[in-house]
Nanobody, 123 residues
Protein backbone atom coordinates (compact mmCIF):
# COMPACT_ATOMS: atom_id res chain seq x y z
CA UNK A 1 0.00 0.00 0.00
CA UNK A 2 1.20 3.51 -0.89
CA UNK A 3 0.04 6.76 0.65
CA UNK A 4 0.49 10.40 -0.32
CA UNK A 5 0.69 12.86 2.56
CA UNK A 6 -0.01 16.48 1.66
CA UNK A 7 0.68 19.70 3.53
CA UNK A 8 0.79 23.45 2.97
CA UNK A 9 -2.78 24.38 2.13
CA UNK A 10 -4.60 27.21 3.84
CA UNK A 11 -5.93 30.73 3.52
CA UNK A 12 -3.95 33.39 1.70
CA UNK A 13 -4.66 36.89 0.41
CA UNK A 14 -4.64 37.58 -3.33
CA UNK A 15 -1.10 38.22 -4.51
CA UNK A 16 0.40 36.04 -1.80
CA UNK A 17 2.22 32.73 -2.00
CA UNK A 18 1.89 29.16 -0.73
CA UNK A 19 3.98 26.04 -1.14
CA UNK A 20 2.28 22.66 -1.19
CA UNK A 21 4.18 19.48 -0.37
CA UNK A 22 3.28 15.85 -1.00
CA UNK A 23 5.35 12.93 0.27
CA UNK A 24 4.85 9.34 -0.86
CA UNK A 25 5.38 6.47 1.56
CA UNK A 26 4.98 2.71 1.55
CA UNK A 27 6.47 -0.21 -0.33
CA UNK A 28 7.61 1.71 -3.41
CA UNK A 29 9.73 0.31 -6.20
CA UNK A 30 9.56 3.38 -8.44
CA UNK A 31 7.60 6.62 -8.78
CA UNK A 32 6.99 7.78 -12.32
CA UNK A 33 5.11 11.02 -13.02
CA UNK A 34 3.87 13.09 -10.08
CA UNK A 35 1.28 15.81 -10.51
CA UNK A 36 -0.96 18.35 -8.87
CA UNK A 37 -4.64 18.61 -9.72
CA UNK A 38 -7.28 20.96 -8.40
CA UNK A 39 -11.04 21.03 -8.20
CA UNK A 40 -12.91 24.27 -7.65
CA UNK A 41 -16.51 24.34 -6.37
CA UNK A 42 -18.91 23.27 -9.11
CA UNK A 43 -16.11 22.40 -11.54
CA UNK A 44 -14.36 19.24 -12.70
CA UNK A 45 -10.92 18.28 -11.51
CA UNK A 46 -8.17 19.71 -13.71
CA UNK A 47 -4.45 19.15 -14.09
CA UNK A 48 -2.36 22.02 -12.73
CA UNK A 49 1.18 20.76 -13.26
CA UNK A 50 3.10 17.53 -13.68
CA UNK A 51 6.69 16.38 -13.45
CA UNK A 52 8.31 13.19 -14.72
CA UNK A 53 10.82 11.08 -12.85
CA UNK A 54 13.53 12.75 -14.93
CA UNK A 55 12.40 16.26 -14.00
CA UNK A 56 10.53 17.33 -17.14
CA UNK A 57 7.65 19.64 -16.21
CA UNK A 58 4.37 20.72 -17.72
CA UNK A 59 2.06 23.47 -16.46
CA UNK A 60 -1.48 24.47 -17.27
CA UNK A 61 -1.72 27.69 -19.25
CA UNK A 62 -3.66 29.34 -16.44
CA UNK A 63 -0.73 29.06 -14.01
CA UNK A 64 2.32 29.42 -16.24
CA UNK A 65 4.75 31.97 -14.88
CA UNK A 66 3.23 31.84 -11.39
CA UNK A 67 3.31 28.18 -10.28
CA UNK A 68 6.37 25.93 -10.21
CA UNK A 69 6.35 22.17 -9.72
CA UNK A 70 9.45 20.36 -8.47
CA UNK A 71 10.38 17.04 -6.87
CA UNK A 72 12.95 15.51 -4.59
CA UNK A 73 13.37 11.89 -5.63
CA UNK A 74 15.43 11.04 -2.54
CA UNK A 75 12.47 12.08 -0.37
CA UNK A 76 9.73 10.80 -2.72
CA UNK A 77 8.25 14.28 -2.48
CA UNK A 78 6.69 16.69 -4.96
CA UNK A 79 6.17 20.41 -4.37
CA UNK A 80 4.01 23.12 -5.87
CA UNK A 81 5.21 26.67 -5.33
CA UNK A 82 2.29 29.03 -5.94
CA UNK A 83 3.04 32.73 -6.36
CA UNK A 84 0.87 35.72 -7.27
CA UNK A 85 -2.22 33.83 -6.20
CA UNK A 86 -5.59 34.88 -7.58
CA UNK A 87 -9.05 34.24 -6.10
CA UNK A 88 -9.85 31.88 -8.99
CA UNK A 89 -7.11 29.57 -7.70
CA UNK A 90 -9.36 28.69 -4.77
CA UNK A 91 -9.84 24.93 -4.91
CA UNK A 92 -9.05 21.61 -3.31
CA UNK A 93 -5.60 20.61 -4.54
CA UNK A 94 -4.84 16.91 -4.98
CA UNK A 95 -1.50 15.18 -5.30
CA UNK A 96 -1.17 12.25 -7.71
CA UNK A 97 1.61 9.77 -8.38
CA UNK A 98 2.12 6.82 -10.70
CA UNK A 99 3.80 4.21 -8.52
CA UNK A 100 5.32 0.82 -9.26
CA UNK A 101 5.14 -1.62 -6.35
CA UNK A 102 6.10 -5.26 -5.88
CA UNK A 103 3.50 -7.43 -4.19
CA UNK A 104 4.18 -11.15 -3.68
CA UNK A 105 6.88 -10.97 -6.32
CA UNK A 106 4.62 -9.28 -8.87
CA UNK A 107 5.15 -5.80 -10.30
CA UNK A 108 2.06 -3.63 -10.14
CA UNK A 109 1.35 -0.10 -11.32
CA UNK A 110 -0.80 2.06 -9.06
CA UNK A 111 -2.44 5.42 -9.58
CA UNK A 112 -2.30 6.94 -6.11
CA UNK A 113 -4.16 10.05 -4.96
CA UNK A 114 -3.70 12.21 -1.92
CA UNK A 115 -6.57 13.22 0.31
CA UNK A 116 -6.65 16.80 -1.00
CA UNK A 117 -5.82 20.06 0.71
CA UNK A 118 -7.91 23.22 0.52
CA UNK A 119 -6.40 26.44 -0.79
CA UNK A 120 -8.50 29.57 -0.32
CA UNK A 121 -7.44 32.86 -1.88
CA UNK A 122 -9.25 35.93 -0.59
CA UNK A 123 -9.63 39.21 -2.48
Amino acid sequence: QVQLVESGGGLVQAGGSLRLSCAASGSINRINTMAWYRQAPGKQRELVASITSGGSTNNADSVKGRFTISRDNAKNTVYLQMNSLKPEATAVYYCHAGVVVITTGTYRYLDVWGRGTLVTVSS
